[in-house]
């Protein structure tokens, strides 16, 4: 099946924009329902499902997409971030997409937050500057797909029971990623320690409020073979989390502190790294400079990712090369993943090595 039949299998709302110089652009943008393997639970929130925005962008034969899953906690639903893409329609059909740097200086100047929306579109312009050229995406950036990490694999929160199960699940992924930050930390890490002898790195998603407690239990997690902890304190306790790195052994990631470029400089010396995420970048463009960024300060770099299809995963996948860690895994959390992408075998991020994103649909 072509993208644009798939996309039309979906159910796609076809959005015609005028004819222009050099041939005409169709944007398609859409809602999809990605269904959970299993109940999805952090700090933040317990789901079953998580819709993500869906944009075709389709010009001279070849169909880019993009995907953009909106954060609850910026304001963002799938909803919000369809009607951010149809407000840019104009300047997409208007625009040269070779341009794509330039479009999206212009995307970025018209909507207003909104960055779910806006990675969708960077995501579907690369895609297809990807194909026009004929290259992969990590080519364009002069990457080798050899260098691409290992993904952890994420454990959400659950009982002792679940989540002995899903870390049998996880058998072949070699390092995990679990979900902290509530009042079961301990048993949930002893679950996990009763099956497996894996390395581990945790996820507090900002949930110990409190600085003496974060030490507590940054410390015993030390002691539970965890690599390093990510945003232990809420995201504007910067202050407080640079006390707490000062008493802790394992590096500190930031990453509901870090959204942007502008927010690294203030978290250099609180932080040992960041977590990039396309979802809060705004896209690849912003998503790279981001990790140079934190390169020329001497900090780790991690791509993470929000629960989506392969096309959001796959879109950060390329970038992957240049990082220290990945945890590109939000595709593999959901049956009914429209596309095949970016693959893992024993751990390992596989780079597809068709032109753009080189995705194909699921079933082909
Ligand atoms: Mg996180």
Redesign the pocket.
Known sequence: MKRRDLFKALGAGVASVPAMAGGPSKLESKVVRLKLRHTWTTVMSSSDYRDTVHLLYTRDGLAGVGEGAPIVRYHENAESAERAIESVHDLLAASDPRQFAKIMAGVFRRIVGQYAAKAAIDIALMDWFGQKLGVPLYTYFGLDPADAPVTTFSIGIDNPELTRQKVREAEAFPVLKIKVGLATDEPTIDAVRSVTRKPLRV?A?EGWKDKEEAVRKINWLESQGVEFV??PMPAEMIEETRWVRGRVHIPIIA??SCLRSADIPKLADAFDGI?VKLDKTGGILEAYRMIQIAKSLRMKTML?CMISSSVSVTAAAHLSPLVDYA?LDGNLLIANDPYSGVTVREGKLILPDRPGLGLKPAAA
């Open positions: 996820d998603n990510e945003q990453d509901e977590n993470g945890d």
